[in-house]
């Protein structure tokens, strides 16, 4: 993969997202609970004129509905992970989920729709670092550094 754009900011993080996804109808994220649902919600809210769903890890049975709501996106009804794009996010790769590439594989191969796009949404390299890059068909990654201090 080549680097064919770059941003600063959350804000140029957000709208890589938006021009990756194109005039797709419906994205399915798949991350770990707590650490990438706020994530997945607020990749959501910047495309919430599309349907998304949240996935827990790689359990397609898990699928939740992300519905806007007065205080943004929030995961609600159960729904159909089949999805025009699969935005997988960083947490996935960490050691801590305990999921394989196969079982990302597998449930990419069951709900992504044909001729859609594999996303990967990460920070400070996580698909590269686990290894990743080779071993899945992303169509793209959108990586962010996070670089920051403390004052007091």
């Known amino acids: 993969m080549e680097k064919i754009n770059e941003f600063k900011g959350i804000n140029g ?6 021009d990756a996804v194109g005039d797709a109808e419906k994205i399915t994220f ?3 609970p707590g650490v990438c649902t706020p994530f997945a919600e607020l990749f959501a809210y910047v495309v919430r004129d599309k349907e998304s769903v949240f996935v827990t890890l790689t359990d397609i049975e898990s699928a939740k ?7 943004g996106m929030q ?20 050691p801590k989920s305990n999921v394989t590439v196969e079982e990302v594989n ?9 001729d859609g796009k594999v996303i990967g949404l990460c ?7 686990a290894g990743w890059l ?6 793209c990654i959108i990586n962010g ?3 920051g201090y403390v004052l007091k």
């Open 65 to 71: 509905k992300m519905e806007l709501t007065p205080q």
């Open 106 to 114: 597998d449930m990419i191969d069951n709900i992504l729709k044909k």
């Open 75 to 94: 995961l609600s009804e159960p729904a159909d992970p089949q999805a025009d794009v699969v935005a997988l996010l960083g947490g996935l790769s960490m």
């Open 134 to 139: 080779d071993k899945i068909n992303f169509d």
């Open 30 to 32: 798949a991350g770990t």
């Open 145 to 147: 550094i996070l670089t």
């Open 13 to 18: 993080n957000l709208l890589a997202f938006k």
């Open 123 to 129: 920070y400070m390299d996580m698909f590269k670092e």
